[in-house]
Antibody, heavy 120, light 108 residues
Framework: EVQLLESGGGLVQPGGSLRLSCEVS????????MSWVRQAPGKGLEWVSS???????YHADFVKGRFTVSRDNSKNTLYLQMNSLRAEDTAVYYC??????????????WGQGTLVTVSS | EIVLTQSPGTLSLSPGERATLSCRAS???????LAWYQQKPGQAPRLLIY???NRATGIPDRISGSGSGTDFTLAISTLEPEDFAVYYCQQYYASPLTFGGGTKVEIK
């Protein structure tokens, strides 16, 4: 059974940093691309960042230069380093699996999400 | 960026009725790289449909997708109690990947 378990969310002040983690099981992590998708309270879904099997990374324009996605295949874990956080980054962040090695395609499995709140 | 517009915003129906949800793209989504997701309150989204019309694993056949180009449809032939949720379309033809704003299917 595919499982994705996020952690690391919480309350942070504007301008602060946070690192999200996503530990996965039930599939061969190193073979698949992964992504982060976020959802602001009461709002829709928004793609944030992706990383391919070969470590190519992609970020949405609104997080470029502030967020960095990475992976540790030895730990079956995906990360999202978030710096210079803004109030508008407040959201539930979902870890998602992609159907293949590249970062195109759907989001075929989702974690339960971790809430990031940016507020003073 | 491809903008996806979903309609209606809210659909009020009774169990047993048919639901038809629309997703319109601002530019053509070639090769039908269009997916649908279902999200229930307090839960993560779940993939329902990929490639515009292919059901994901475990999705019942009362749920179907169709369309091409700029106009796509999700249909639920006979609404079950567990189908009342919010539905999102998503295109994966062009970067950045984008989602529609969602359609809420609520009990009338």
């Amino acid at each position: 059974e595919v499982q994705l378990l996020e952690s690391g969310g919480g309350l942070v002040q504007p301008g602060g940093s946070l690192r999200l983690s996503c530990e996965v099981s039930g599939f061969t992590f190193s073979n698949y691309a992964m992504s982060w998708v976020r959802q602001a309270p009461g709002k829709g879904l928004e793609w944030v960042s992706s990383i391919s099997r070969d470590d190519a990374t992609y970020h949405a324009d609104f997080v470029k230069g502030r967020f960095t996605v990475s992976r540790d295949n030895s730990k079956n874990t995906l990360y999202l380093q978030m710096n210079s956080l803004r109030a508008e980054d407040t959201a539930v962040y979902y870890c998602t699996k992609r159907p293949g090695a590249a970062t195109d395609g759907t989001f075929d499995y989702w974690g339960q999400g971790t809430l990031v709140t940016v507020s003073s | 960026e491809i903008v996806l517009t979903q309609s209606p915003g809210t659909l009020s129906l009774s169990p047993g009725e048919r639901a038809t949800l629309s997703c319109r793209a601002s530019h053509s989504v070639h090769s039908s790289f269009l997916a649908w997701y279902q999200q229930k309150p307090g839960q993560a989204p779940r993939l329902l449909i990929y490639g515009a019309s292919n059901r994901a694993t475990g999705i019942p056949d009362r749920i179907s997708g169709s369309g091409s180009g700029t106009d796509f449809t999700l249909a639920i032939s006979t609404l079950e109690p567990e189908d009342f949720a919010v539905y999102y379309c998503q295109q994966y033809y062009a970067s950045p990947l984008t989602f529609g704003g969602g359609t809420k299917v609520e009990i009338k």
